[in-house]
């Protein structure tokens, strides 16, 4: 025994008892998990197949002779196919961008107003807002259609863009405002005091502390509008006008199903997804008002 | 640097007056302290000052200029927040800047002037850090280098130090005066702390209930404050306030408690005592003005000990004395026990005597 050892210390943590629920969270992850890979798995799988090692049975887990040619066709211009994956693809990108960048523009200010402003009908208004959303989606069907109609926008993107803001707008607002919330009111006053007016104060100091949210409101948006199907599929009925999920419906015909051409197609209509969340996912983590204030 | 002044300050939240009618001028160069309870409208009133909140009434002047309808931009003037409000994505530097490139001035000069004032305030190796990045002290600090880099016309600091630990307090407490006193400074200074606004201000102004209640140097808001409510908020421990009724017997007036002991009056108090509006007079005592006697001397009334909290040097004791408690200072060498019967004797001279209906300072007419 040395005397440079601290008796006092204990040489080892003692080892906790066994959790019961920390070893159930655990068994849940796991099943949560291998019931959210396995689809997508078998999709990938299947995207990789000939059209009838798709159909063998029992399934090949892994393909044994895996080909691309699902891919290939898909974003062949020349190919009818790819033809129309393309142009579902473009349309589903211009609705769901310009959905997207619609809703940021009218969502920001909105939400800043909520968080900052005390007007007369204020909570009414938020309430309204968020009522929008209470009820599910097939209720506004007909008479969205019916509006639509009226306007003159059916089978036009424009429907579908006024439709989805009328979704995405309300949950922006109020993802945002709960962003705007969070930045302290000081920091616009010692911009203002600083020689700021209000509009540049909300602009140099606001905005850019409230950036996570507004990409974070962004994705939402964009997905929400990239994945929907029932509106593409009521006011449009034009093919070269169709968006991915309505259009992926036309790989089912009456007597087969091009199963490996559809996966191929849904997985690649998941990428752009996918993409954005991972180069986007620091944003959703980084506490950027950290050190801001002392709370 | 300029004079402050405030015209019939009102504000109001729908039927609540935040402030109410306060009027004060802080002179050229003075280290004026709004100081009162939470919710006293101090905050307000300052806000006021600044322009972040429009006001219900009254005028504010900065200088020779009306700035009532200013916007905060425009009044020339710099603030410290008490959470400090460092822009957290800049650094320490641009955030010394910020306010030089809002006004556009060349950068050479911004740079002279950031330097200069983190030369000030010992914050040079810290400029290229992020706020978050710095100890509670340090933001400070650069809260105080981004309100003094500009050359304001005033001050304005709202609880400064009210995130900073014990012993930083005091150690930034001196500093603010220190900077007060080179720069000749125009200083509001809003804070809940009255030892804070007894030991920086030249002159304070406390705050309850969205009303001015005195306005004076701190000395005289100590020795003659004007109402009940300011003599048990500033001084620590706080005044005491005995209940009491004021009865005239023959040539003299004394105060007699419910338990039935009598406290003759001086000639002087005694014609305070009278000009109350009734019978109910409140005698106030500050901890050191009263004698403690383990027997009964002439003018004593008798007490019971409640508490003895030795410090060290001076040993702080609260004496049940009729229906109040009364705190008391004693030497380190007194010795005393909890429920032990004892006599004080009070101060004619430094007493203190408020009407018991209106809570004013009785004055002898």
Redesign the interface.
């Given at each position: 025994m040395t005397t440079l050892t601290h008796s006092a210390r204990p040489s080892r943590p003692r080892r906790k008892p066994v959790d019961g629920w920390r070893w159930a969270g655990r068994i849940f992850l796991v099943l949560m998990l291998i019931y959210t890979v396995v689809p997508m798995a078998w999709m990938l799988i299947t995207s990789l197949k000939g059209g009838f090692a798709a159909m063998m049975y029992p399934p090949q887990w892994i393909p044994a002779e895996p080909t691309l040619e699902n891919y290939i066709r898909l974003l062949d211009p020349k190919d009818t196919i790819g033809q129309d994956f393309l142009r579902y693809f473009w349309n589903s990108l211009w609705v769901s961008t310009t959905t997207t960048i619609l809703a940021v523009i009218v969502a920001v200010p909105a939400a800043y107003a909520f968080s900052r402003f005390r007007f007369p009908g204020r909570n009414f208004l938020f309430f309204a807002v968020l009522l929008r959303n209470m009820f599910p989606a097939v209720i506004f069907l007909v008479p969205l259609f019916i509006l639509m109609r009226w306007l003159g926008l059916v089978n036009t993107h424009g429907s579908l863009i006024l439709t989805y803001l009328t979704f995405g707008l309300p949950l922006a607002i109020w993802l945002l405002k709960g962003f705007y919330d969070n930045i302290p009111i000081q920091l616009e006053q010692a911009a203002r005091i600083d020689g700021a007016t209000r509009f540049q104060a909300f602009l140099l100091i606001v905005m850019p502390l409230s950036t996570p949210g507004i990409i974070a409101t962004a994705i939402y948006s964009f997905i929400g509008a990239w994945n929907e199907f029932i509106y593409a599929a009521t006011f449009l009925n034009k093919n070269e006008q169709m968006t991915l999920p309505v259009g992926i419906q036309r790989f089912f015909s009456e007597n087969t199903t091009d199963w490996p051409g559809l996966m191929a197609a849904s997985f690649m209509m998941s990428v752009p997804v996918v993409v954005l969340f991972l180069i986007l996912q620091k944003y959703f983590v980084r506490a950027l008002t950290e050190g801001a204030v002392k709370h | 640097m300029a004079e402050v002044v405030l015209k019939d300050v009102v504000k109001t939240y729908g039927s609540v007056y935040a402030v109410n009618n306060v009027s004060l001028t802080v002179a050229d160069g003075e280290f004026v302290a709004l100081v009162g309870p939470s919710g006293c409208g101090k905050t307000t009133t300052l806000?006021l000052v600044?322009g972040?909140i429009p006001m219900s009434g009254g005028d504010v002047m900065i200088g020779d200029r009306v700035v009532t309808d200013l916007?905060?931009?425009d009044?020339d003037?710099?603030?410290v927040?008490?959470?400090?409000?460092?822009?957290?994505?800049k650094t320490v530097y641009k955030n010394l800047a910020?306010?030089l490139q809002?006004?556009k001035l060349p950068k050479d000069e911004i740079d002279r002037k950031v330097q200069a004032a983190a030369k000030v305030l010992d914050i040079t190796h810290l400029l290229e850090r992020?706020?978050?990045?710095?100890s509670?002290g340090q933001?400070q600090r650069v809260a105080l280098g981004?309100a003094l880099v500009?050359d304001p016309k005033v001050f304005?600091m709202d609880e400064p130090l009210s995130?900073l630990d014990a012993k930083l307090r005091v150690q930034m407490r001196s500093e603010i005066k220190r900077f007060h006193q080179d720069l000749k400074a125009t200083i509001i200074y809003v804070t809940h702390d009255q030892l804070e606004a007894v030991t920086m201000a030249d002159k304070m102004a406390v705050m309850n209930g969205g009303f001015l209640q005195q306005y004076d140097t701190p000395a005289n808001v100590f020795a003659n404050p004007v109402n009940m409510f300011v003599a048990g908020f500033i001084g620590s421990p706080a005044m005491s306030l005995i209940p009491l009724t004021a009865v005239t017997r023959g040539t003299e007036v004394v105060l007699t408690s419910a338990e039935g002991w009598e406290l003759p009056l001086s000639p002087a108090n005694a014609k305070k005592a009278l000009s109350a509006k009734s019978d109910k007079v409140v005698l106030g005592a500050r901890h050191s003005t009263v004698r403690l006697h383990k027997t009964q001397v002439p003018g004593s009334v008798p007490g019971k000990v409640y508490t003895v909290e030795p410090t060290g040097d001076v040993t702080f004791a609260q004496i049940f004395v009729s229906s109040a408690i009364l705190n008391i200072s004693l030497g380190p060498t007194v010795q005393i026990s909890p429920d032990e019967s004892v006599f004080i004797e009070f101060d004619q001279e430094r007493m203190h005597l408020f009407d018991g209906v209106t809570e004013m300072a009785l004055k002898a007419v």
């Amino acid at each position: 025994m040395t005397t440079l050892t601290h008796s006092a210390r204990p040489s080892r943590p003692r080892r906790k008892p066994v959790d019961g629920w920390r070893w159930a969270g655990r068994i849940f992850l796991v099943l949560m998990l291998i019931y959210t890979v396995v689809p997508m798995a078998w999709m990938l799988i299947t995207s990789l197949k000939g059209g009838f090692a798709a159909m063998m049975y029992p399934p090949q887990w892994i393909p044994a002779e895996p080909t691309l040619e699902n891919y290939i066709r898909l974003l062949d211009p020349k190919d009818t196919i790819g033809q129309d994956f393309l142009r579902y693809f473009w349309n589903s990108l211009w609705v769901s961008t310009t959905t997207t960048i619609l809703a940021v523009i009218v969502a920001v200010p909105a939400a800043y107003a909520f968080s900052r402003f005390r007007f007369p009908g204020r909570n009414f208004l938020f309430f309204a807002v968020l009522l929008r959303n209470m009820f599910p989606a097939v209720i506004f069907l007909v008479p969205l259609f019916i509006l639509m109609r009226w306007l003159g926008l059916v089978n036009t993107h424009g429907s579908l863009i006024l439709t989805y803001l009328t979704f995405g707008l309300p949950l922006a607002i109020w993802l945002l405002k709960g962003f705007y919330d969070n930045i302290p009111i000081q920091l616009e006053q010692a911009a203002r005091i600083d020689g700021a007016t209000r509009f540049q104060a909300f602009l140099l100091i606001v905005m850019p502390l409230s950036t996570p949210g507004i990409i974070a409101t962004a994705i939402y948006s964009f997905i929400g509008a990239w994945n929907e199907f029932i509106y593409a599929a009521t006011f449009l009925n034009k093919n070269e006008q169709m968006t991915l999920p309505v259009g992926i419906q036309r790989f089912f015909s009456e007597n087969t199903t091009d199963w490996p051409g559809l996966m191929a197609a849904s997985f690649m209509m998941s990428v752009p997804v996918v993409v954005l969340f991972l180069i986007l996912q620091k944003y959703f983590v980084r506490a950027l008002t950290e050190g801001a204030v002392k709370h | 640097m300029a004079e402050v002044v405030l015209k019939d300050v009102v504000k109001t939240y729908g039927s609540v007056y935040a402030v109410n009618n306060v009027s004060l001028t802080v002179a050229d160069g003075e280290f004026v302290a709004l100081v009162g309870p939470s919710g006293c409208g101090k905050t307000t009133t300052l806000n006021l000052v600044a322009g972040l909140i429009p006001m219900s009434g009254g005028d504010v002047m900065i200088g020779d200029r009306v700035v009532t309808d200013l916007d905060p931009k425009d009044r020339d003037i710099a603030m410290v927040f008490q959470n400090y409000a460092l822009y957290p994505n800049k650094t320490v530097y641009k955030n010394l800047a910020f306010p030089l490139q809002m006004r556009k001035l060349p950068k050479d000069e911004i740079d002279r002037k950031v330097q200069a004032a983190a030369k000030v305030l010992d914050i040079t190796h810290l400029l290229e850090r992020k706020p978050r990045e710095l100890s509670g002290g340090q933001q400070q600090r650069v809260a105080l280098g981004r309100a003094l880099v500009r050359d304001p016309k005033v001050f304005l600091m709202d609880e400064p130090l009210s995130n900073l630990d014990a012993k930083l307090r005091v150690q930034m407490r001196s500093e603010i005066k220190r900077f007060h006193q080179d720069l000749k400074a125009t200083i509001i200074y809003v804070t809940h702390d009255q030892l804070e606004a007894v030991t920086m201000a030249d002159k304070m102004a406390v705050m309850n209930g969205g009303f001015l209640q005195q306005y004076d140097t701190p000395a005289n808001v100590f020795a003659n404050p004007v109402n009940m409510f300011v003599a048990g908020f500033i001084g620590s421990p706080a005044m005491s306030l005995i209940p009491l009724t004021a009865v005239t017997r023959g040539t003299e007036v004394v105060l007699t408690s419910a338990e039935g002991w009598e406290l003759p009056l001086s000639p002087a108090n005694a014609k305070k005592a009278l000009s109350a509006k009734s019978d109910k007079v409140v005698l106030g005592a500050r901890h050191s003005t009263v004698r403690l006697h383990k027997t009964q001397v002439p003018g004593s009334v008798p007490g019971k000990v409640y508490t003895v909290e030795p410090t060290g040097d001076v040993t702080f004791a609260q004496i049940f004395v009729s229906s109040a408690i009364l705190n008391i200072s004693l030497g380190p060498t007194v010795q005393i026990s909890p429920d032990e019967s004892v006599f004080i004797e009070f101060d004619q001279e430094r007493m203190h005597l408020f009407d018991g209906v209106t809570e004013m300072a009785l004055k002898a007419v």
